[in-house]
Structures are given as structure tokens and as C-alpha cells.
């Protein structure tokens, strides 16, 4: 089993940056599919980002305010590691960021699905404030 922990996160000013580290131990993760999603206070939990095991295909959420062009997923299978480097923050960024591990996804649009992923962290907890 993998346990995935996320870290990284804090208060920043919008307009700041911040990078999300999802530390993976137990198991490998260089055959998974690595989302992140976040969930604000009172809302569901939704989907930011993902990318596949070899790092080649990543695939960002398209909300009204589109996170791709300001968020970049990346990793480093070699650190069993993956990144969430976010620029241009927003107040509406705020949430509980988590990253999640999926072993049997094989469409990077499938990757956007909670269900898809078997292995979860905790969250790391992203302040942004105006």
C-alpha cells in the first residue's frame, strides 16, 4: 500500500506562489496516475490536476477560472515525489489540497474522476488571502 503525504502548503497573499510537495512511501508510484484535487469549506471535493506515470500527458481542471497556465503538475519518480507548483494565487483557491495515487487509470480524462484513485493523503491546508 502506498501512504502519500502532502506538504507545502500555508497562508500567501494573492498574486504569491506556493509548491506542494505529495511524498509517497510504502510503495512505488511510477506506475500511477498522481491527481491532486482540493476541497474548500462547504463545497465538494474537485479536481485540479494530474499527470501520467511517465510524466508525458498532464491534464488540469477548466473551471470558470482555469488553474491551467497559473498551476504546473509535475514529478520525480526517482524521489517517488509530485509537485503542485501554483502561481498567481487567488482567494478562491483556498482549500485543503490533497494528492491521490490511481493504478488502474488509463485515459488521462478519466484522471478528473475521485473514484478513479485508490490511495489518498491528508491534505495540505493552502490560505490565500486578499
Known amino acids: 500500500q502506498a501512504q502519500l503525504v502532502e506538504s507545502g502548503g500555508g497562508l500567501v497573499q494573492a498574486g504569491g506562489s506556493l509548491r506542494l510537495s505529495c511524498a509517497a512511501s510504502?510503495?512505488?508510484?511510477?506506475?500511477?496516475?498522481m491527481g491532486w484535487f482540493r476541497q474548500a469549506p462547504g463545497k465538494e471535493r474537485e479536481f485540479v490536476a494530474a499527470i501520467s506515470w511517465s510524466g508525458s500527458s498532464t491534464y488540469y481542471a477548466d473551471y470558470a477560472d482555469p488553474v491551467k497556465g497559473r498551476f504546473t503538475i509535475s514529478r520525480d519518480n526517482a524521489k517517488n515525489t509530485v509537485f503542485l507548483k501554483m502561481n498567481s494565487l487567488e482567494p478562491d483557491d483556498t482549500a485543503l489540497y490533497y494528492c491521490?495515487?490511481?493504478?488502474?487509470?488509463?485515459?488521462?480524462?478519466?484522471?478528473?474522476?475521485?473514484?478513479?484513485?485508490?490511495?489518498w493523503g491528508q491534505g495540505t491546508q493552502v490560505t490565500v488571502s486578499s
Open positions: 510504502g510503495s512505488t508510484i511510477s506506475s500511477a496516475v
Open positions: 491521490a495515487a490511481g493504478f488502474s487509470i488509463w485515459t488521462m480524462t478519466r484522471s478528473r474522476n475521485i473514484n478513479e484513485y485508490d490511495y
